[in-house]
C-alpha cells in the first residue's frame, strides 16, 4: 500500500508512524510545507486515557514521551484577588516541539519519507498516484476543501479571540486567572509544559479585545500588554511569543469523513476549543483509530468506514463539551459576581464533564468547602436544599416536568392522571407538574388533552391535587395552562405524532396562518376579537385552577403552541400591533400573562416555560430568549422554565446529556431570575452539579420520571441521604434501600493453585 499524509502535525506524524510500524510493507510519504522546528503554540496536554493507547500501540514513542512529561494534579482559579484549588486531576504535559521531535525520530528509524519545506501535490493527483491520502492538514485543509462537496464541512466562527504565548518559568498547577479591566473580562489559562516553561493563552471577547487596542498591536506589544494585564500570575515575569496572532476559534464539522481513498484526521474532520485541551488529543486517538481499522478490516472501504463510525461518537461528545466549555468562557462576565467557590466550580464544571460527584472524588475537602458556601447542610446533596418561590417553599430542587399522557375523554382527567401524578408526587420530587392543560376544546392537541374549561374538569382536578396534598405532604402540584394553536387537532403521539386527525377535526388558530409542517392543517390568523376571546379563556382556565387546589401555575408559552407561535419571527407573520419586532411580539403573550397574574393568588407562584431557542436559522436566539425572559420577570414571573425548540418542524436541534441547560445558565445568570433547567437531565449528579454552579435553581426531568417513578427518593438512597430535603411515605419506608439481587456472604478464596 502506497500512503500519502499531508501535514506535519502530531496527527499526521504519529498515523505514518503506527501505519508503518504495523506494515512494514507500506511505502508512506508525508509532506509538510513548514521546517520539521517550526511550531505554533507551545506545550501539549494528553490524557491518561490517550497516554494508554499510546503505550498500548507503540511503546517507542511511549517511553520517549515519559522522559519528557510534566505532571501535576491541581487546578488553581485566581479571581478577584482570591486563589482557590482543587486538585485530583492529572495532567501530563510536554513542549509541542519535543513531542514533534519525537515523532520525527520514531518515523525515520521506521522508514517513513519525511518531506519538509514542502507543499503537497494537488488532492486529486495524489489519489490517483496513492492507495491512501491522509488529509491531516488542519483547520484549514486544503485537501477537505478540494473536495467539500462531498466531505460537506460546517464551520462556525466564535465570539472570543486568543492568543498563545508562554513564559519562562513553570506554573505549580493549571491556571485560571480572571481581570475584570475597564474594557471588560480578560481570562488567562496556563499550564507548566516543561521545568522552566508554561503554555500562557489569553482570551478576551472581540469586543473587549478591540475596546483594549489589541487590533492595533504587534506582535510583541501585544504579549508585553498581556504580561502587564496577567502581571500577577506572571510574578512580574515577561511573556515569549512565536508567530503568536490573535484568532478566533473555529468549530469543525463534517458530514463525511472519507471519499474514495482519501480520509480527514484530526483539526480537518473536527475541532474542539483548547480549553478541555482537546486537539492534540483528538488528532492521536484519530491516528490509533485509523491505524487499527486499516489493520483489522479486509478492504480500504470497510477500514475508513469503521474508522468514522468508531471515531465520530466519541469527537461528537468531546465536541458537545468543548462547546459548552467555549461558550462559558465567551459568557465569563456573568459569572464574575458569583461567590469565590461557587464561581470556581462553576468554572471546573463547566464543560459538563466534571461533575460534583467526580469533583467529590477527585477534592473532597474542595467540594465540600463549596458546599458550604452554598449553603449546604451538612450531609444534604445541593439537590436536596429547598427553595423558595413567593409563598410556596420547595423541599427540595427536583421538579416533574409536564408531560403529556393523551389519555383523558373530553378533556377529564380520570383515573390515569391520578395514579400517574399521584405515583410520581410519592416519589419524592418537591414539585409534579400537569401535562399542558388546555384552557378550551380547541386548545387541545389531541383529543386525549385534558383541560379546565368546565367545572367538571376542575372538580376532577381536585381529586387529584387531593391526593397528592393528603398522602404525599410537602410535595406541590402545579397546572400548566395552554392552547395548541397551529399544532392542535392531531392525532394521539403513538398513533402519529403530529399528524392531522382523520375524521372529527376542530378549527385551528394561530399567530399568523402558517401550517405546522406539509400535511398539516391550515390555521387562521387571530383577528383582535379573538384575541381578547383566548385571553379571557385563560383567565377562565385559571380561576378554575385556584379551586382545583393548585399550588403553582405555569404559563405554556414554548414549543410552538398558540403563545409560543406569537413570540417566534419564524411563525408570526402579522403586520399589527402584535407582529414584527421581539417588542410587539411579546405583546399578546404578555398581556395573557398580566391578565392570569390577576386572578392568580398573589401568594402562589407563576412561571413561565419558553422555548429559548427555535434550532432554526431566522427563529428566537439566546439573545431574543434573555429579552423574553426578562420581559416576563418585569411583569412579575416568578421563574422561567427554559425549553427549547418544537416550534417549527424543520428544526436542527443539538441533541446531548443537558444540552438545554446553558440557555437556562444564560438566562438566569444574565436577568436574575430563577430558572428551571431541562432537557436530557438524567442523573442526579447532574441534578447536583447544575444547582452548585449556580447554572439552575430547579431541575426538571421527564423521562426518567417515566423510567422510575421514585427517581428522587432513590437519588437519595443512592446518595445516603436521609433529611428533610426528601421524605419516605409511610408505607414505603421499607423499601428506602436497595433491594439484595445476590448472594454475598460467599467465603473469599484464600490459595491460588
Known amino acids: 500500500m502506497r500512503v500519502a499524509i499531508v501535514g506535519g502535525g502530531p496527527g499526521g506524524l504519529y498515523a505514518a508512524a503506527l501505519l508503518k510500524r504495523l506494515d512494514p510493507s507500506r511505502e508512506i510519504t508525508l509532506w509538510e510545507r513548514n521546517a520539521p522546528d517550526d511550531t505554533f503554540g507551545f506545550g501539549v496536554v494528553l490524557s491518561d486515557e490517550t497516554l494508554g493507547g499510546i503505550e498500548h500501540a507503540d511503546p517507542v514513542v511511549y517511553q520517549a514521551l515519559q522522559r519528557h512529561f510534566v505532571r501535576w494534579d491541581d487546578i488553581d482559579i485566581v479571581h478577584r484577588g482570591t486563589r482557590h484549588t482543587a486538585g485530583g486531576h492529572g495532567f501530563a504535559a510536554l513542549g509541542r516541539q519535543r513531542l514533534l521531535e519525537i515523532l520525527?525520530?520514531?518515523?525515520?528509524a521506521l522508514g517513513v519519507d519525511l518531506r519538509f519545506h514542502t507543499e503537497a501535490p494537488y488532492p486529486g493527483w495524489l489519489t490517483e498516484a496513492y492507495d491512501l491520502v491522509v488529509a491531516a492538514d488542519g483547520v484549514h485543509s486544503t485537501t477537505r476543501e478540494a473536495y467539500s462537496h462531498v466531505f460537506r464541512p460546517h464551520v462556525v466562527s466564535h465570539h472570543c479571540r486568543y492568543v498563545w504565548l508562554a513564559a519562562d518559568f513553570a506554573f505549580d498547577a493549571f491556571r485560571f486567572e480572571i481581570a475584570e479591566t475597564e474594557h471588560g473580562v480578560m481570562q488567562l489559562h496556563g499550564y507548566p509544559y516543561a521545568a522552566d516553561a508554561s503554555t500562557v493563552i489569553v482570551e478576551m471577547r472581540e469586543e473587549v479585545w478591540r475596546a483594549a487596542g489589541f487590533d492595533e498591536l504587534g506582535e510583541q506589544e501585544s504579549a508585553d500588554r498581556c504580561a502587564k494585564i496577567f502581571a500577577d500570575a506572571l510574578g512580574g515575569r515577561p511573556l515569549r511569543s512565536n508567530k503568536s496572532a490573535w484568532t478566533t476559534f473555529r468549530t469543525v464539522i463534517n458530514e463525511r469523513w472519507s471519499h474514495g481513498n482519501v480520509v480527514l484526521l484530526g483539526d480537518a474532520a473536527h475541532t474542539a476549543h483548547f480549553s478541555i485541551g482537546s486537539g492534540t488529543k483528538l488528532a492521536v486517538e484519530d491516528a490509533l483509530a485509523l491505524a487499527a481499522c486499516l489493520h483489522e478490516q479486509p478492504s480500504l472501504e470497510r477500514a475508513l468506514s469503521a474508522y468514522e463510525e468508531e471515531r465520530r461518537p466519541v469527537v461528537a461528545s468531546t465536541q458537545r463539551a468543548a462547546r459548552a466549555s467555549l461558550e462559558w468562557f465567551e459568557n465569563l462576565a456573568l459569572y464574575v459576581g458569583q461567590p469565590p467557590r461557587r464561581f470556581a466550580f462553576n468554572l471546573l464544571t463547566r464543560s459538563r464533564r466534571v461533575t460534583h460527584d467526580n469533583l467529590r472524588l477527585r477534592d473532597a475537602r474542595f467540594?465540600?468547602?463549596?458546599?458550604?458556601?452554598?449553603?449546604c447542610p451538612p450531609g444534604t446533596p445541593p439537590m436536596f436544599t429547598p427553595f423558595r418561590l413567593r409563598g410556596l417553599t420547595l423541599r427540595n430542587r427536583v421538579v416533574v416536568s409536564p408531560m403529556d399522557m393523551y389519555s383523558a375523554t373530553d378533556g377529564l382527567p380520570g383515573d390515569f392522571h391520578l395514579v400517574h401524578l399521584g405515583a410520581r408526587a410519592l416519589g419524592g420530587a418537591a414539585l409534579v407538574m400537569t401535562e399542558m392543560v388546555c384552557v378550551s376544546p380547541e386548545g387541545r392537541i389531541t383529543p386525549g388533552c385534558t383541560g379546565l374549561y368546565t367545572g367538571r374538569q376542575a372538580e376532577a382536578w381536585r381529586r387529584i391535587t387531593d391526593f397528592v396534598h393528603t398522602r404525599a405532604p410537602g410535595t406541590a402540584i402545579?397546572?400548566?395552562?395552554?392552547?395548541?394553536?397551529?399544532?392542535?387537532?392531531?392525532?394521539?403521539?403513538?398513533?402519529?405524532?403530529?399528524?392531522p386527525l382523520p375524521d372529527g377535526n376542530w378549527p385551528l388558530v394561530a399567530a399568523s396562518a402558517l401550517p405546522y409542517k406539509p400535511g398539516s392543517r391550515l390555521p387562521r390568523e387571530l383577528s383582535r376579537a379573538q384575541l381578547t376571546d383566548l385571553r379571557e379563556q385563560f383567565t377562565a382556565a385559571a380561576w378554575r385552577a385556584v379551586r382545583a387546589g393548585f399550588d403553582l401555575l405555569e404559563l405554556h408559552c414554548a414549543h410552538g403552541y398558540l403563545l409560543s407561535g406569537f413570540l417566534s419571527p419564524l411563525t408570526n407573520r402579522r403586520t399589527d400591533a402584535y407582529g414584527g419586532s421581539l417588542a410587539r411580539r411579546l405583546r399578546f403573550p404578555l398581556e395573557v400573562f398580566d391578565a392570569v397574574r390577576a386572578v392568580w393568588p398573589e401568594e402562589r407562584p407563576m412561571t413561565v416555560r419558553i422555548s429559548a431557542t427555535d434550532w432554526a436559522e431566522g427563529g428566537t436566539t439566546a439573545e431574543d430568549a434573555v429579552e423574553i425572559a426578562r420581559a416576563f420577570a418585569a411583569h412579575g414571573a416568578d421563574a422561567i422554565d427554559?425549553?427549547?425548540?418544537?416550534?417549527?418542524?424543520?428544526?436542527?436541534?443539538?441533541?446531548?446529556?443537558?444540552?438545554q441547560t446553558p440557555f437556562a445558565d444564560r438566562i438566569r445568570n444574565a436577568v436574575g431570575i430563577p430558572v428551571i433547567a431541562v432537557g436530557a437531565i438524567s442523573s442526579w449528579d447532574d441534578v447536583?452539579?447544575?444547582?452548585?454552579?449556580?447554572r439552575a435553581d430547579l431541575c426538571a426531568l421527564a423521562r426518567p420520571h417515566l423510567y422510575d417513578p421514585h427517581w428522587t427518593l432513590h437519588a437519595a438512597a443512592e446518595q445516603g441521604y436521609d433529611g428533610p430535603g426528601v421524605v419516605w411515605p409511610a408505607p414505603y419506608r421499607a423499601g428506602s434501600r436497595p433491594p439484595r439481587t445476590g448472594r454475598t456472604d460467599a467465603p473469599k478464596p484464600r490459595l491460588s493453585l
Not at 467540594?367 to 449553603?375: D, I, Y
Open 104 to 108: 520525527h525520530e520514531r518515523c525515520r
Open 367 to 375: 467540594t465540600e468547602a463549596v458546599e458550604r458556601e452554598f449553603g
Open 478 to 499: 402545579g397546572v400548566q395552562l395552554g392552547h395548541s394553536g397551529r399544532k392542535g387537532s392531531t392525532r394521539l403521539m403513538w398513533e402519529g405524532m403530529d399528524e
Open 642 to 659: 427554559v425549553s427549547t425548540g418544537q416550534v417549527v418542524a424543520e428544526e436542527t436541534p443539538e441533541f446531548g446529556r443537558s444540552y
Open 688 to 694: 447536583n452539579s447544575l444547582i452548585l454552579a449556580g
